[in-house]
């Protein structure tokens, strides 16, 4: 759900008083070739109207020398940042070593970071200092990296309306910091570098140039586009953004249409309409929800006291109850769970405990239920909570939730404004959602809060948020924490009426099988009203009222004894999942039936099995008409449940049918579940296998992984010796020395590319030098020729081959060498297996011929294809000579009838020639009460039935009609599947 970081009046201050973008760009390792490509890409403008700030993580204890090198890339003046430094367009500012850097007011401010080498985020921190001060102005751009730092600091700038580009992953020298900000979801462009540039400057001209007149263009003007926005975003996604705070709807709207470069809403309204991802990028933009755990840590310490309020009269056996609304990517949620964790640790509390966390983006809560959350929230939650609580991943940039707090928790997509609320509540938690509505929409939230808790429950509120209005409902408990307790009614005007708050079909969420919701302030009734509700107290029925899904919405009579909670997430529940034994297949048949026909569906005398006992009920299902002229009038159903009485000779009649089907089941019974557990079992020891070698794969990658860090490291700190040595020699020696050291890079990467090609490859390949000594070959080699590893170095001459009926290698090769011209030829192997032999020069960059290189493609089944084409070819020759010649008319058709074939003799039974024929479909040759039986024909022949011939009617060209005898062939394709068929005809005479 939404959620926004408040915002000062001296933060709107600062944002009038710098007017252009500010660009952050963060990269760990591989960031310095980024920034090179990025900045080279950049074409040369003298005003571009923003700033870039670059934060690169350092050595701590080194001098850097990244301002110089970066300054060879862009004509812009590039520093390093000085604390106060003011920031000025058109400039580049890069953090220095050992320090944390804040944007505030305008200016770089640098501060001593308060975390050891290792648990810093230098680019979330800066990111969110950006976006708390520049808000739609701020820009941020994740490169080259590996871990997740950033990745927060991208969720805050995409809260307060700005811009993210990521580059694209495979493309990144390390792709792990890319790859994490790709995984929130929050990704305006991913591109790689040579291509941000550009899409960075069209964005800023375009956005800063219209984002103001957008916004009052859409509040002032244009309403009636607005609308038809709400419309089709809930035509699409099912949610109404109508009672959404207009700044905030015209915000994200003005946002999207310049990421499109879209300047007039009418041109937004159409291009939603023909771009249906669109719509679901503006829904989830309207969604962006940022969050952390325990965010506000003054309101949590709050809460925190405030946490034995919830166990107040409980007694050990009583559910604590809570629900968190809005809760997005659920770390709010979560932080509530170990405050209640900890109290009770500390308490020795055992009650059982539910959490409630809801939401109305189904990826936020695919992500909250979860639970794993990026290396980075160590910046929200001390040390000893997070190895309490929480599991690193094996991975190294992710924790896990672990299942001592999980457990304690349910995630359900909810849309608080439609949806029924949960009730019996003891803590409410809703922060930072409540900003982004209008007072009508507040209206109905504060007293669905109220209904939801229990008497002396606690309502948590964000710290922009409070509850105006409504002291008659809830008293202060922490102000400044904005932390309430539910009150009692104490005026009328706040007594609430949840049927007018929701619409008819929804109930109240609950837990229990029996879905008891409060009890309301009864309200005086006409006579009508009056009337029913009193015979609804004497009739004995159980019913419920259903949706065309079986979806349980409200409950009458005793229905527990046809129904029983089934296990799982007890946040919703359904008719045919809670089903006792007996009624389960009855109830989905008959309401299938229900939903299809819209009639009144009967299943009578059906058994019902509780505990050890019977019971005999009719059932019946009535479409029921809501009077709302909704798409939904059709799609409510009462399911009534007639109970028969039963004697007790019934009852045992009923019980001992039911042991004797048992007993004459059981060995079927057990001899499928026998099969099916050796095919379990043999599933299990296939996947087990698949699993070993799996693992040992990746112990292998992990020793590879480990030796390449190891060495790396090495190779950093040899740097990083060196650079001190050298600070004394000039800039072009430096400059020297970095390129000598990327070409080792390269030259050292090449070589392990070369050395796994070699290994990797299924082509046979042997490279020679110009005196055909043997210099390297594949592992598939060894297949054709038979070499050993110490056979290098050796004339390729001496060793044996497998090739059979060629001895001409050699010579092929010299030939190749003195000639320079490749040569293709098809061998053979002694094992009968075909090979593409290919010789060919091996040449230099410097276009020197320093030997050749022989490879060896399996051509086997291409061989053997080959044949089988050229038998087939014959076959179909032969066949085509009997079809020219043959006595009868053959004639061949698709599935619609279109004539594909036509042989001489049905152009002499039928008066048509073959050019005519091929235009023509076989309807029109037979008679109009005989189209029919052609369609028949075709149904049997798709399900593979033999068709005997048989005798039918056709009609000539003359007009004519003739008797013929039929006989028809499917022809299908390799999946078996029908796609035309054949017929023999011949003339009765």
Known sequence: MVKKKEMSSAENETQNRINFPIVGIGASAGGISSFGAFFSAMPEMINMNMAFVIVQHLAPDHKSILTEIIQRYTTMKVYEVQDGMKVEPNCTYIIPPNFDMAFINGKLQLLEPPSPRGHRLPIDFFFRSLAHDQHERAIGIILSGTGSDGTQGIKAIKEEGGMVIVQKPDTAEYDGMPKSAIATGLVDFELPLTEMPSKLIAYVQHAFFIINKTELTISQQHENE???????????????????KASTINRRIARRMALHQIEMIEEYVRYLQQTPEEIDA?????????????????????????????????SENDTIRVWTAGCSTGEEAYSIAILIKEYMHKTQKKNP???FATDIDPNAIAKARAGIYPADIVADISSERLSYFFKPESNGNTYRVNKNIRDMLIFSEQNLIKDPPFSKIDLVSCRNLLIYMNSELQKKIFPLFHYALNPGGILFLGSSEAIGDYENLFSVIDNKANIYER????SKEHKINISKIF???????????????????PLKLPFKELTEQTLLKYISHAATLVNDKGDLLYLHGHTGAYFELPSGEPGTSNIIKMARKGLHRAISIALHKAVQT???????????????TFLKVNLVIIPVQTGLSTDDDSSLYLVIFEEIPISQEQQKELSLNEKNISESDAGMQIEKLTKELLDQGEFLKTANEKLENSNEEMKSFSEELQSVNEELQSTNEELETSKEELQSVNEELSTVNTELQIKVVDLSRSNNDMNNLLAGTDIGTVFVDQKLCILRFTPALTKIINLLPNDLGRPLSHIASNLV???NLKSDIQRTLDTLIP???????????????????????ENIIEGAVITFVDITEIIKMRERLSDANQRLLHMAVIIRDANDAITMQDLDGKILAWNPMAKKMYGWSEAEALKMNVKEIIPNELKKENLKLIQKLAKHEIMEPYQTKRKTKSGSIIDIFLTATALVNEAGEMYAFATTEREIK
């Open 226 to 244: 607005l609308n038809k926005i709400f419309i089709i975003l809930r035509s699409n996604v099912g949610h109404d953004f109508s009672n959404y």
């Open 503 to 521: 619409p008819v079909g929804n109930s109240i969420r609950s837990t229990t099988p029996q879905m008891v919701e409060k009890e309301i302030q």
């Open 487 to 490: 009150k009692e009614y104490s």
């Open 282 to 314: 503006l829904f989830h933009e309207l969604l962006i929800g940022v969050t952390n755990f325990f965010r506000d840590p003054v309101a949590f310490a709050s809460l925190e006291k405030v946490i034995q309020k919830l166990f107040i009269n409980k």
């Open 823 to 845: 040569k293709e030829i098809e061998v053979q192997t002694i094992d009968g297996r075909w090979y593409m032999m290919r010789i060919q020069p091996y040449r230099t960059l």
């Open 598 to 612: 819209k009639k009144i569906v009967h299943s009578p005398t059906l058994s019902v099995k509780i505990n050890n």
């Open 353 to 355: 405990i539910q959490i």
């Open 805 to 807: 009926g060629y001895d």
